[in-house]
């Protein structure tokens, strides 16, 4: 039997790579004495899919993955096992066919800039991703930019599943020193 579990990942831990929180989810299931369904061969190993991973340094508050059990569990007790920085929001059993890859659309991201990063945003319009050059519009799908009486910025925005960009790309060659940037993974969009 498969789970959907969804995690957010916060404070220090949004600095640790995707293969990190990967092994602390692991450990973290291990301590819960999740009755694992393993893979089969020499080094046998418990059969888990996540989702892709965010940029470094985003408040992840959709962290995926599937996990195969051999029998029911349950999770309402696994946050006394994970470390600080980790939370799960809910588990729910789906069908043993389920794949994330097949099933996320998409994400929805809340980024928090300060003045100095907005202006540079705002005069960038087209965007290097891999080899290819794509406008600002495509990469931020429903860009919507909301202001604040201390000048701080809140741009809202859709990525599809397999177009996620670090928008802190855009500003690595010309950040000022003293800046706001605040970037949380905020909704997912199920297909």
């Given at each position: 039997?498969?789970y959907?579990?969804?995690?957010?990942?916060?404070?220090?831990?949004?600095?640790?790579?995707?293969?990190?929180?990967?092994?602390?989810?692991?450990?973290?299931?291990?301590?819960?004495?999740?009755?694992?369904?393993?893979?089969?061969?020499?080094n046998p190993?418990?059969?888990?899919?996540?989702?892709?991973?965010m940029?470094?340094?985003?408040?992840?508050?959709?962290?995926?993955l599937?996990v195969d059990?051999?029998?029911?569990?349950?999770?309402?007790?696994?946050?006394?096992?994970?470390?600080?920085?980790?939370?799960?929001?809910?588990?729910?059993?789906?069908?043993?066919?389920?794949?994330?890859?097949?099933?996320?659309?998409?994400?929805?991201?809340k980024?928090?800039?300060?003045?100095?990063?907005?202006e540079?945003?705002?005069?960038?319009?087209?965007?290097?991703?891999?080899?290819?050059?794509?406008?600002?519009?495509?990469?931020?799908?429903?860009?919507?930019?909301?202001?604040?009486?201390?000048?701080?910025?809140?741009?809202?925005?859709y990525?599809?599943?397999?177009?996620?960009?670090?928008?802190?790309?855009?500003?690595?060659?010309?950040?000022?020193?003293?800046?706001?940037?605040?970037?949380?993974?905020?909704?997912?969009h199920?297909?």
């Amino acid at each position: 039997m498969r789970y959907l579990l969804n995690f957010k990942k916060y404070g220090n831990l949004i600095y640790n790579g995707h293969l990190d929180s990967t092994l602390i989810i692991e450990e973290s299931l291990r301590r819960n004495k999740v009755p694992f369904k393993f893979s089969e061969g020499f080094n046998p190993k418990p059969l888990f899919s996540f989702s892709n991973p965010m940029p470094f340094g985003y408040i992840n508050r959709n962290f995926l993955l599937t996990v195969d059990l051999i029998e029911d569990h349950d999770f309402s007790d696994l946050n006394k096992f994970t470390p600080k920085g980790l939370k799960l929001n809910y588990s729910k059993k789906v069908e043993d066919n389920f794949k994330l890859s097949k099933s996320i659309k998409g994400f929805d991201f809340k980024v928090y800039l300060s003045e100095n990063l907005f202006e540079i945003f705002k005069d960038t319009k087209t965007i290097k991703k891999g080899k290819s050059d794509y406008d600002k519009e495509i990469l931020f799908e429903n860009l919507k930019i909301k202001r604040n009486y201390k000048n701080i910025y809140m741009l809202k925005y859709y990525q599809d599943y397999d177009m996620i960009f670090n928008i802190y790309k855009i500003f690595r060659e010309e950040a000022p020193e003293k800046f706001i940037f605040y970037p949380i993974c905020d909704e997912i969009h199920w297909r």
